[in-house]
């Protein structure tokens, strides 16, 4: 089955940092979203981004999806974007979503 | 803005029980989802169901699980006979209609501790 690698596993910033987060896939797919999980181990939706670029506040992503990466910026970082970020992707033909091991974000005040 | 809700927010249960777990997807979406995520580890996939009927399932949802969707609006997880293994975040996830923009939508989870 399809990979999904991402990274680093685990970042540390002091607020006001920016940060980029790297997600690999190993195949071609149709659909690739970043979630954000919280303290409470809530899966928030940031980007549904198969292709392309968008921006949503301090957050962007980005996948290329010909090279099989997307990346996800968060700048000028504040202590609530702690948490873990996942990438997931979905293939042609399939229903699930393939989810990666996340990166770990630790922003310090 | 629509969002997929789950129900209980932690449920504690005794090995061998059965659990139920509860989910309302967004009202106008056809696809409905079943994760797991094991404490510390990523999110896996469990179940998909369509038009009443599971469309894809992963190795780990054996006979143990069951899923339902009762009525218009409900769409539930049955875990037969529980085991400590089974202690786990459980999400329910939904999405719009095959073809075009696929998003699936998380919902909050459900904490399940297996004793």
């Known amino acids: 089955g399809i990979q999904v690698e991402q990274s680093p596993p685990d970042l540390i910033l002091q607020e006001g940092a920016n940060s980029t987060l790297r997600c690999n896939f190993s195949d071609s797919v149709n659909n690739l979203q970043w979630f954000h999980q919280n303290p409470w181990g809530q899966l928030i939706n940031l980007f549904y981004i198969p292709s392309g670029t968008k921006q949503n506040g301090r957050l962007s992503a980005t996948t290329v999806a010909t090279e099989r990466y997307s990346l996800l910026y968060i700048s000028s970082s504040q202590t609530t974007d702690s948490g873990v970020y996942f990438c997931a992707v979905g293939q042609g033909g399939s229903e699930k979503l393939v989810f990666g091991k996340g990166t770990k974000l630790t922003v310090n005040p | 803005e629509p969002e997929v809700t789950q129900t209980p927010s932690h449920q504690v249960t005794q090995m061998g029980q059965e659990v139920i777990l509860r989910c309302v ?91």
Request: proline content about 3%; aromatic content about 16%; some cysteine.
């Open chain 2, 25 to 115: 997807p967004i009202s106008n979406h056809l696809y409905f989802y079943w994760y797991r995520q094991i404490l510390g580890q990523k999110v896996e996939f469990l179940v998909s169901f369509y038009n009443n009927e599971i469309s894809e399932k992963s190795e780990i949802f054996d006979d143990q699980f069951s899923v339902e969707r009762p009525d218009g609006s409900n769409f539930t997880l049955k875990i037969r006979s529980t085991k400590l293994e089974d202690s786990a975040m459980y999400f329910c996830a939904s999405r719009k209609k095959r073809g075009g923009n696929n998003e699936q939508f998380f919902g909050p989870g459900t904490r399940l501790t297996v004793l």
